[in-house]
C-alpha cells in the first residue's frame, strides 16, 4: 500500500513509499482511507519542532475517515462497508487521560497515522461517520472539532446564553464558533481580516472584531459584554494571546488553553489569581466525546467548514497552505 | 388598590376588594402589574388542596410582570419606568433551596402574590424583563420557564445531541421543548391530542406520541432511540407516569420530578435503583437562574408560548380552562 | 477444578462439582481463589429471586479474592503471584454504566462467578489488593465497599462536615460509616440492635439510633440535625424505609438507592418533588472507582469488618447466616 | 474607639487612632472584638504594593473575631453576647464572584479592616465562631482557612486518597495540610527548615521535602508518586514556583493559584496544555464556604495552628515577624 512518511524533520521531507500490508489481529479493522485533514500540529511534526525526538520514519496526520474493509475474528462494532474516522488518541476511550493514553496518539511518532492507503486499529480505535456527512467532511472531525467539544461542552460546560470568544478562524476556532451556536451562546469572533470576519457572521457569529484594525481587542470584548467579560475563552494563541484573554474573561470565567501557534514565552500567573479564573488544558478528547459530539452534529445536521482541498500528491502543498495562515476552517486531503 | 383574595377555599372564592396602598422600605420597589400567568399550582390553591392549612386572606398567582413605578431610598437596581418580573421564590437568590429560602414562594399563603394592581417587592426580589418581551410573554416565566430550566439546564445539564422526553403540553413541558431545542439537543413530546402534537413538531419536536392512541408510550421511546432511553425525562406526572418514565429513560439517566398533576400514589423504587436513575426533585429555581434563563431568552430571541389571554375580571374563567386540560403553553391575565 | 454451581433455583441448591480447568487467552489471567464474601444479592440468586431467567448451572457470588497463577501472552497488568481481587461489573472500566456494562457482572447467572478453586479474566476483571489487607478482607470489597464509595464519594460528593445517615449494619451500611469518616464527616446509624451500635460507635458513629425502640427514627435524625436533615441517606431499605428517609434527608439533600432488602413496594414520590431531593440508583461502580477507593483504603489503612468467616464447604451455613441478619459488616468463605 | 489606621503607605505607618463610634443600621450588628490575625496581604498593603491606588486612611486586617454588643432592630441571626468572625468579602454569601462582590473585602482599601476595637458589620458579614475554639483560634480563619477550603474542597473536590503537594508552611498552607488529612487524603509538604518539616509530620503530613536541600523538589514529588504527580496542588508561590508545581502534578491535575508571595514573573503555559492541567485562581471564599468548613472544623474538634501571638500595641511587631517568614502556621493579634 502507498503510504506517506515523514524520513526526516524539516517540511518537505514527506516521502510517498510503497508499505506492506497491515497484519490483522482479532481484535482489529483494516480502513481503506478516503480524506484526511491537517492540523497545526502535522506541520510542527514535519518541521520537527512537535515532538523532536519522535522515532522515524512515521507516518503523519492523525485525522482519518475511510471504510472498512476487513474485520478481525472477534470484532462486534462493524462489518465490511461502514463508514468510519479515527480516534486521535486510540487508548483514550473514556473517562480521563493518563500518561498510557496520552502515549497512543495517532500521526506525531506514537502510532502511525493516516496518510495512507490502508490502515490497521483496534476496534474501538475508529467511530462512525455521522450519515449526513463525506468521508472529505468526517476527516475534519477526530483532533479540531473533539477539542472544540471538550474545550466548551466538557470542560466548558457551555449553556445558552453564555457568551463564547474565539481566536481566529483555524478548525477549532470554526468547529467552537459552530458548537457554541448549536448550544443557544453568543460568540464574539476575532480575526485579522474583515473577509473571513463576514464568513464568520454567516455561520452565526454574534460580535466580529477585527484585531489588526483594534489593537486592544481584549478592551473590545469587555466593551462589548457590559465590562464584564466573557464567560468562555476558547484560547488557541499560547503565550501571544493569553493575557490579553485573560483581561476579556470574566471574574470566575472559563479559559481553555488549545493552541501552540503563538509560539512560546511567558504570562504572568496573578492574572489568573486576581479574576479567579479556571485555565484548562485542553489535549483533544476521548472517544466518548467524539461520540456524544456525534450525536450532536447528526441531531442538529452541521456541516464542517472546509477552506480547500487538495490531492493525495498535493500534500506538501495542502501543508504549505496551512502554513501561510490564510485558511478559514478545515484544510483537507482527499485520499 | 384593587386586589383578588382567596378568602376562602374552593374554587371561585376569588374576589376582588380594595387594599390599601403598600408601604415602602428603603430597599423595597412598587410595582404596577400589567399581567399575570397562571399554573397548576394555582388552581390546586384555590381549591385549598395545595397548602390547607395557608392563612387566608391571601393574594394568589406567583407569576407577574409590571413597571417600576416607585423606589425606597437605598434601591440601586432599578429605577422608575423599569419593567420587571417577579420572582418565584423571593427569598432564593443563588445557591441551593434551604427551609428559609422555601417559605418565601408567591402566592400560595408564604407572601402575597400578584393578582392586584400594585405590589411591594424587595429589589431584589424582582427582574428585568427582556427587552423583546411585552408584559404578557414575561408574565409566563417566573414558575414554568425557570423550573425548565431549571430541569434541563442546571439539574439536567443538557448538551446537544441529548435526548429529552416531555410529557403534555402544559407551561413547562412547552419550555423544555424550547430549551432544549435551543441547546441542541433531541425532544420527543407525548400529547392526548394530535393537534397539540403538531404545534409541538411546529416548535421543533424531533418526534411526538400520542398517549392515547399508543398506550405503551414508554415502550415507544425506547424504539426511538435504540432501545437505549432517553437522557432526560421531564416529568410532570407524578406516580401516574413515573413508572413508564423510568422505562423510557436510560440506564444512567435523569428523571426531573416536577409535577403532581397525577395527583398521588406510589411506585416501586427499584426501578431507579436497577438503572441507576437520577431522580432530581424540581422546585421552580433562584434568581440567578433565572437571570441566566433570560440572558439565553434574550440571546436567542425566544418567545414564550401564550394559548389564550383574559381580562382581569376574567380570573375565574382562566383558571376554569386550565382545569379543562385543553391549553397548549401558558394561560395570561391582562392587569 | 472444583466449583459450586447452583443448579436449580431454591437455596440449598448449591452443588460442588468438577469443573475442566479454564482455557486461557492473550489477554486473559487465571486466578486460584483463596476467598469470596456473601452480598444479600447472592442469597437471592440462589433463591430465584434476583435474576428467575438466569441460565443454570451458573458459579455464583461476584466477590473473589485470590492469586494469579499464570497470565496469557499479551497480559501488561499482572505477573504470577499478583493478589487480586476481582471486579463485579468485568466490562464496567471506567466513565458511565451502559446496558453492554450491566451484563457483565458475576455470580448472577451473567458470567460465572468465584465459588471456585480457579477462574479466568480479563487483565482488566481484576485489580490489585492493597498491601496490608488479607485475601479475607480483600474479598470483602468488590460489591459492598464499592457500592458504598460510589454512593458517598462518587455520587455523593461527600465532605468534610456532611452529616451521613446509614441503615443497619450490613455489609453496604459498614463501609459507608467507615468511607463517611475518613472523609471527616458525621455519621448517624441506625439498628434494631443496641450492641451493633455500639460496635458501630466503636467504628466512629457520631449518633446511634435503635430503631426498635424509636420507631419514628425519622424524626430523631431531625432532631439530632437541627429540624435541617441529613446530606446523605446511604438507603439499603427500599420501599420499606424511603419514606421516612425522605423524612430524614434535608431540602436538596442525597439519597443514595442501594438495597432491595425490605422488598416490594411504592411510595409516593411528591416526598421528593417537595424537598427538591436528588435520589441517585447506585449499581456497584467501575473498576476506576474501585481503583481510587483502594488507593483511599491503602492511605488510612482501613481494615474491612468481618463478622465471621465459613469454610469452602460451610458455604450454606454462610447463606443462612446472611438470612439470619445477625451479621454485622462482611461474611466470608476461605477457600 | 481606638483604631489601628493606615496613613500613608509604607511599613511602619499604622497610626493608633480614637474614632467615633460606629453608627447601627437596622439590618447591621457591632462586633467587638478579641482578636486578629495577619495575613501576607496585610503586609503587601502595609507597603502599598496591594492596592497602591487604595483610598486612606483605612482600617487594616480582614480577619477578626469578637462578640456582638449591639444589634439592629431588624437583625435575625445574632444576640448580644454571640461570638463571630468577620467574612472576608463582606457581599459575597454564596453562590460565584462578581466583580460587585469582589469590592466588598475588608482590609485592603475596600471596606474597613479589623484592627479596631469595634466594628459594626451587616448581619450577613459575620459568622458564628466554632464552640471548641478561642478567639485568638478563630480569628485565623477568615483568609487562610477558607482559602485552604476553597481551593482544595470547593475547587479541588478532594477525595480521601487523593495526593495534596503543598508548598511552604504559612497559613494556607498549613490549614490545606489539616484539611486533606481530614479528607483522607496523602499529602506532601515542602519547606525550606527541616524542624518546620518536623512540625508538619507531627500534623499528619505524609511526606516532606526540604527544597533548599532538594533543589529539583518537583521531581521528588514525582519520585514519591510512581511518577504519575500529585493530584493537587496548593500554589502559594506563584511565578516562583509555577513551573515546577506544572512539572509535579499528574496529567489532568488541579493547581490552585492562591499566592503572590514569589511576586512577579511569567510561565510558559505549554505546561498548562501538555498535562491537561486545570488551573483555578482562588480568592478566599464565600460566607457559605465558611459555614460548610466550620461545621467539618466543629465536627473534627479541628484546632487551628498559631505559630505566635502579639498583643494590640505590638501589631508592628507582628507584620515585622510576618515578614521574616520565620512561622509555621498563623500569627494573632490579641486586642
Known amino acids: 500500500m502507498k503510504v506517506y512518511e515523514v524520513r526526516q524533520f524539516g517540511i518537505e ?32 511534526f ?6 523532536p525526538k519522535a522515532r522515524l520514519p ?16 472477534d470484532v462486534k462494532k462493524w462489518n465490511v462497508g461502514d463508514r468510519v474516522c479515527t480516534i486521535f488518541t486510540q487508548g483514550w476511550l473514556e473517562g480521563s487521560l493518563s500518561i498510557e493514553k496520552r502515549r497512543t496518539t495517532l500521526g506525531a511518532g506514537d502510532l502511525d497515522g493516516v496518510l495512507r492507503e ?16 463525506s468521508f472529505e467532511e468526517a476527516a475534519t472531525l477526530p483532533c479540531a472539532a473533539v477539542t472544540a467539544w471538550n474545550a466548551l461542552v466538557v470542560s466548558g460546560n457551555l449553556k445558552a446564553g453564555d457568551t463564547v470568544l474565539t481566536l481566529g478562524t483555524g478548525g477549532v476556532s470554526i468547529f467552537a464558533l459552530q458548537f457554541a451556536k448549536m448550544h443557544g451562546a453568543r460568540v464574539i469572533v476575532t480575526s485579522s481580516s474583515d473577509q473571513k470576519l463576514t464568513k464568520a457572521k454567516d455561520l452565526g457569529a454574534d460580535e466580529i472584531i477585527n484585531y489588526k484594525k483594534i489593537l486592544d481587542w481584549d478592551n ?19 503565550a501571544g494571546t493569553l493575557s490579553k484573554s485573560l483581561n476579556a474573561v470574566r471574574i470566575g470565567g472559563h479559559v481553555a488553553v488549545i493552541g501552540v501557534l503563538a509560539g512560546a514565552g511567558g504570562f504572568d500567573p496573578r492574572g489568573v489569581l486576581m479574576k479567579a479564573v479556571r485555565m484548562q488544558g485542553i489535549l ?9 459530539m456525534n450525536n450532536a452534529i447528526e441531531c442538529n445536521r452541521l456541516k464542517p467548514v472546509i477552506d480547500k482541498m487538495f490531492a493525495f500528491n498535493e ?6 497552505y496551512m502554513e501561510s495562515g490564510s485558511h478559514f476552517g478545515k484544510i483537507v486531503v482527499s485520499l
Request: net charge negative; no cysteine; aromatic share 6%.
Open 220 to 238: 473590545a470584548v469587555l466593551r462589548l459584554t457590559n465590562r464584564i467579560g466573557v464567560d468562555h475563552v476558547v484560547e488557541v494563541g499560547g
Open 46 to 51: 514535519e518541521k520537527g519542532v512537535y515532538n
Open 118 to 133: 490502508y490502515g490497521t486499529f483496534d476496534e474501538n480505535g475508529l467511530i462512525e461517520v455521522p450519515g449526513h456527512l
Open 315 to 320: 500534500v506538501s502543498e495542502a501543508l504549505r
Open 13 to 44: 521531507n514527506l516521502v510517498l513509499v510503497e508499505r506492506a500490508e497491515p497484519q490483522l489481529k482479532a481484535n482489529e479493522v483494516v480502513v481503506k482511507f478516503h480524506a484526511a485533514s491537517l492540523n497545526y500540529r502535522d506541520l510542527m
Open 284 to 292: 483533544v478528547g476521548s472517544r466518548l466525546m467524539f461520540e456524544k
Open 58 to 73: 512515521a507516518v503523519p496526520f492523525s485525522d482519518g475517515s475511510g471504510e472498512v474493509v476487513a474485520v478481525g475474528a
